[in-house]
Structures are given as C-alpha cells and as structure tokens.
C-alpha cells in the first residue's frame, strides 16, 4: 500500500463539497493560518474514482436541520479560540422526520 495524507480547505461556516477518492479516510480538521482545512488518508497503490461528500462547518450556538444524518469529524478554535466551528460530514438525508 502506497498511503498518502491529502489536505483539502472548507469553508469557516456552512457547507464545503469536496470530491475525494472513494477509499479517502477523513483523519482530522484543524486550522492552519486561521483557515480551516481537512487531512485524509488516501491509499494511492490502488486509485478509486471521486466521489462527493458534503462538510457542514456549524459555529457554537448556530442553528441547523435535523432533517439530515451527520457524523462529527471535529471541533476547531481559531483567532485564539474567539471563533468556534465544528465539523460534520454529511451521510445522507433522514426519512424518518
């Protein structure tokens, strides 16, 4: 296996697309430069096609749907810790509400 960490930058709030290979494993979010990015492992002895998949950037105390399956990938602090932004992959829509 030929492993390979990839970066990708999201947008400080609401929603990033990103097309990443199918095998990507998203590792972290954090900042870097008071921007805030993504880092994926990404096995590149065996290249898979993109595929699609929706960040969702939410600040404390901002309000946003239920209507959708999210999984956290992280929390992020940046301009020292003023300014706070979690982060959630979007899985697919909910039915059930």
Request: glycine residues 4%; hydrophobic residues 40%.
């Amino acid at each position: 296996m030929n492993n390979e960490i990839l970066k990708y930058q999201l947008c400080l709030t609401g929603v990033t697309e990103l097309n990443l290979p199918h095998n990507a494993e998203i590792l972290s979010v954090n900042q870097q430069k008071e921007e805030l990015f993504l880092w994926a492992e990404v096995d590149q002895s065996n290249p898979l096609p993109l595929e699609k998949r929706i960040f969702v950037s939410i600040m404390t105390g901002e309000i946003f749907s239920e209507n959708v399956n999210k999984k956290y990938i992280g929390t992020v602090l940046l301009n020292s810790g003023s300014f706070v932004v979690h982060v959630f992959e979007i899985t697919k829509e909910r039915t059930d509400k």
